[in-house]
């Protein structure tokens, strides 16, 4: 039997009290233990050079879905030598792909799903955490940052460096989008944190799990998130509310065409 979040056998206390910060923020939420807020086990394991949530999934012809084996994989950063549970964001993004495999499933196969699913889990670790750059607990200054999204660090063959990346919609071409779902989703992680900034995260937090739960397919795109975050804010605050009006300028400011936001009812 898995331990409780937060309460794993021998893991680090760091990473019990993580785990405990993303379970409460769930569920003040409204996220039940059924929707991925649950025990879970921590493998922590030196030897990896990976943080990841990873579960055996069996999808049903209906579309709903059953997680087995589920566990999250904390290993070591190559570069630093530090675990990544020195950094409690990165542990709040690995739960918040839980969270999203539960509400969704199969959510975050496909290419373009892959980067909703990552940046999904950026915007959650920040309004958990309650800062815009995540992993500054591995690397000072962090790998990549919702605030400004224009570089981050990026594995490049054996190192890391910081390289320039999309901050616009419109910047994600089939050239950068060959170059995976971390390269690209600043223009994302930016619409969140324009929202957050506006709204503060916690309503953030409330129209972003709106969208989870009732809007996006498993192979989500950057227009389903679009869609499901105007419409999402739509449900909780009323049609032309200024939540909702925020929600659109924050897609438009990332380059959205601001015909396309606007026609979203
Ligand atoms: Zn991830």
Do not use: C
Request: glycine share 10%.
């Amino acid at each position: 039997m898995p331990a409780p979040a937060g309460a794993s056998a021998g893991i680090p206390p760091a990473l019990a009290a993580a785990a405990t910060a993303a379970r409460d923020f769930f569920t003040a939420l409204g996220v039940t233990e059924a929707e991925g807020n649950g025990p879970i086990e921590f493998r922590v394991d030196p030897a990896s050079h990976d943080a990841a949530y990873r579960a055996d999934l069996t999808l049903a012809p209906d579309g709903t879905g059953s997680l087995a084996n589920e566990r999250v994989e904390i290993g070591t950063d190559p570069f630093t030598g530090a675990p990544f549970w020195q950094a409690p964001d990165v542990v709040y993004h690995e739960l918040t792909h839980r969270v999203a495999a539960h509400l969704v499933p199969g959510f975050g196969v496909t290419p373009t799903s892959r980067i909703v699913d990552e940046s999904l889990a950026d915007t959650f670790a920040a309004a958990i955490e309650g800062n815009w750059t995540l992993g500054e607990g591995l690397v000072p200054g962090g790998l990549r940052s919702s605030a400004d999204p224009s570089s981050q660090l990026m594995l490049d063959g054996a190192t890391r460096v910081h390289v320039a990346t999309p901050t616009r919609v419109d910047e994600m071409t089939a050239d950068s989008l060959a170059k995976g779902p971390y390269f690209n989703i600043g223009p994302l992680n930016h619409a969140a944190y324009l929202v957050g900034e506006a709204l503060g995260t916690g309503l953030m937090a409330r129209i972003y799990l709106e969208a989870l739960r009732h809007h996006l397919p498993a192979a989500a795109g950057v227009t389903d998130l679009v869609l499901g975050t105007v419409r999402g804010a739509g449900t909780l605050f009323g049609a032309g509310s200024a939540e909702q009006l925020a929600v659109r300028d924050a897609w438009k400011s990332v380059g959205v065409r601001a015909a396309a936001v606007d026609s979203i009812t």
